[in-house]
């Protein structure tokens, strides 16, 4: 199976958008989904988890603005973002977690915040 993310573009500062995850085949047993980031020059970090069962994490520096959601029977996940900034550029991967640790990553959508 393959995810495959959607949603990016350009937005102008304190703008919105909304990414979106799908598995290409079926995944029947997910443990977490989430969404990283990764900007020019820097590390992938973590934004957002959403972990079996219902609990989530959030990058502090997102944490307010962001909000994630999924449903793990669809293979699913959408990352809600607002007031989004220019520090929120990045390129964005979908992940999906399944027991025995094993990952799936999307190939990632590019989201650029600028005037």
């Known amino acids: 199976a393959q995810l495959v993310e959607s949603g990016g573009g350009l937005v102008q500062p304190g703008g919105s958008l909304t990414l979106s995850c799908a598995a290409t085949?079926?995944?029947?047993?997910?443990?977490?989904m989430g969404w990283y980031r990764q900007a020019p020059g820097k590390k992938r970090e973590m934004v957002a988890r959403?972990?079996?069962?219902?609990?989530?994490n959030y990058a502090d520096s997102v944490r307010g603005r962001f909000s994630i959601s999924g449903d793990s029977a669809k293979n699913t996940v959408s990352l809600q973002m607002n007031n989004l900034q220019p520090e929120d550029t990045a390129v964005y991967y979908c992940?999906?977690?399944?027991?025995?640790?094993?990952?799936?990553w999307g190939k990632g959508t590019l989201v650029t915040v600028s005037s």
């Open positions: 085949e079926r995944i029947f047993t997910i443990y977490a």
């Open positions: 959403l972990i079996d069962g219902g609990s989530t």
């Open positions: 992940n999906f977690v399944i027991p025995g640790g094993v990952d799936y």
